[in-house]
């Protein structure tokens, strides 16, 4: 069964930076596409960023153009988050997925202005 742990959330303020980290177990992690996701607080779960398991990509959703770099390692089963200039808008419950997996518990970023 795949596995993924989110991990590097965290409460700071307006312009921060945070990077967030996945680690996966469970299956080859190379084949697989990877992605992050957010769920504020009485709203839905979105899309952040998604690597193709090809290769393809990253790609961003529009909220994360510019600010947030996708990234993944192969070797350590890992991918990352590296978000910069944080806004409050994005408060949220941060999660990776990969197809077939389970939803972690996912990692809380907090920014304050």
């Known amino acids: 069964q795949v596995q993924l742990a989110e991990s590097g959330g965290g409460l700071l303020q307006r312009g921060g930076s945070l990077r967030l980290s996945c680690v996966a177990s469970?299956?080859?992690?190379?084949?697989?596409?990877m992605g992050w996701f957010r769920q504020a607080l009485g709203k839905e779960r979105v899309f952040v960023a998604g690597?193709?398991?090809?290769?393809?990509?990253?790609y961003y959703a529009d909220s994360a153009k510019g600010r947030f770099t996708m990234s993944r390692d192969n070797a350590k089963n890992a991918v990352y988050l590296q978000m910069n200039s944080l806004k409050p808008e994005d408060t949220a419950v941060y999660y990776c997925?990969?197809?077939?997996?389970?939803w972690g518990q996912g990692t809380q970023v907090t920014v304050s202005s």
């Open positions: 997925h990969s197809p077939g997996a389970d």
């Open positions: 690597i193709v398991g090809s290769g393809g990509g990253p």
């Open positions: 469970g299956r080859t992690f190379s084949s697989y596409g």
